[in-house]
């Protein structure tokens, strides 16, 4: 049972426009939201995070959008660059529940973004 | 500064056998985690470390599976009697307090034939 999905394997953008990859969650007890990117043969890096008192967190050319009502958070990339493909995760925790250091990943989307 | 070492990048080993995964954290990081990406999935959370002990092993999937990290710093995730099922890439991540971001390693990519 998914507890975060992400519904789309894979994107495909052109180098300049805006990407955008969704995440759905869920279990309610989830209060911490991250994405994460990943490069063949490296471990995740973390990118950006949000708290659930929050609906949007900004860090340059990435924004997070928190929507708790419809469990759904996206991430959006302007512009886009092609250094930006890579494989995009989104996890969770709950951190209220005691277990904010355990991450449930979502499968993950392979973001292509074409010069 | 170094990031979050493991060893070795590959290894594989026949049905049955024993394995042990290293992981070096980050110099200073508490807490240790371990995950295993299965291939088409997401990382999925297998045990936490604060410290030397384990503070939740819930994600260890059965008893050949075990974990250590003995001085609070390098940790070795034990397989025994592996089976095909346990091919994965094993990920590490170290953080340095359990609210702080996690820096995972690359990983160690298992092959049980």
């Known amino acids: 049972d998914q507890q975060v999905k992400q519904n789309s394997p894979s994107l495909s953008v052109q180098e300049g426009r805006i990407s955008i990859l969704n995440c759905d969650y869920t279990?309610?007890?989830?209060?911490?939201f991250l994405w994460y990117k990943k490069y063949p043969a490296e471990g995740p890096t973390f990118l950006i995070s949000?708290?659930?008192?929050?609906d949007k967190n900004e860090d340059g050319r990435f924004t997070v959008f928190l929507n708790k009502s419809a469990k759904h958070l996206s991430l959006h990339i302007v512009p886009s660059q092609p250094g930006d493909s890579a494989v995009y995760f989104c996890?969770?925790?709950?951190?209220?529940?005691?277990?904010?250091?355990?991450?449930?990943f979502g499968k993950g989307t392979l973001l292509t973004v074409n010069p | 500064g170094a990031g979050v070492s493991q060893t070795p990048s590959n290894k594989v080993t026949e049905k049955g056998k024993y394995v042990e995964l290293r992981c070096d954290p980050i110099?200073?990081?508490?807490?240790l985690y371990w995950y295993r990406q299965s291939l088409g999935q997401g990382p999925e959370f297998l045990i936490y470390?604060?410290?030397?002990?384990?503070?939740?092993d819930s994600g260890l999937p059965n008893d050949r599976f075990f974990a250590v990290r003995p001085e609070g710093s390098v940790s070795t995730l034990k397989i025994q009697r592996t089976e095909r099922g346990d091919s994965a890439v094993y990920l590490c991540?170290?953080?340095?307090?359990?609210?702080?971001?996690?820096?995972f390693g690359p990983g160690t990519r298992l092959t049980v034939l």
């Open positions: 996890a969770a925790s709950a951190g209220s529940g005691g277990s904010n250091y355990k991450l449930t």
């Open positions: 470390f604060q410290g030397t002990g384990a503070a939740d």
């Open positions: 991540a170290s953080s340095l307090g359990v609210k702080d971001t996690q820096y």
């Open positions: 949000i708290s659930s008192i929050k």
């Open positions: 279990n309610s007890m989830f209060d911490y």
């Open positions: 110099s200073g990081h508490t807490a």
